[in-house]
């Protein structure tokens, strides 16, 4: 059993910048997931596809293109992460292959411990000369 879902490359982009700017989060969802209690497997076989390319070839093929009827088309967050990415793809060429290699890159994954003071959102324990250092501008 499965199921098959149209994300491409570009989604998969916009959903990890958009769980870290608005999640507070490293997330993103998965090429191949299986649910357990369905028994169903989720596969996303255009998520390596830019979007411009599913686009052209709808119009090759001239498949009929549904506009959406929802009134926030275009003007949601989603949109703004997509014209970020734009952005800096231009300003900096090759940061949106990037953004989408770390999604592949997990080997290299390097993030803060996981161990973090609730209360002030950092970690609870921190190097001495860090202590030092913030004494010394009094943000302890």
Same mark, same amino acid.
């Given at each position: 059993n499965?199921?098959?879902?149209?994300?491409?490359?570009?989604?998969?982009?916009e959903t990890f910048l958009m769980s870290m700017l608005y999640e507070?989060?490293?997330?993103?969802?998965?090429?191949?997931?299986?649910?357990?209690?369905?028994?169903?497997?989720i596969i996303r076989p255009m998520i390596y596809i830019e979007e411009y390319m599913t686009?052209?070839?709808? !119009?090759?093929?001239?498949y009929p293109i549904i506009k959406n009827p929802?009134?926030?088309?275009? !003007?949601?967050?989603r949109q703004n992460i997509k014209e970020?990415?734009? !952005?800096?793809?231009q300003d900096m060429p090759g940061s949106k292959k990037n953004l989408f290699g770390a999604l592949n890159n997990t080997d290299k994954l390097f993030i803060w411990d996981k161990e973090l003071d609730n209360q002030k959102g950092r970690p609870k324990r921190r190097p001495n000369?860090?202590?030092?250092?913030?004494?010394k501008i009094g943000r302890l």
């Open positions: 499965k199921v098959a879902l149209g994300h491409h490359r570009d989604d998969a982009i507070g989060r490293v997330s993103c969802f998965s090429p191949k997931t299986h649910m357990d209690r369905q028994d169903i497997t686009k052209k070839a709808a !119009k090759d093929y001239n929802c009134p926030a088309d275009g !003007k949601t967050n970020l990415v734009a !952005k800096l793809n000369y860090v202590n030092y250092l913030l004494s």
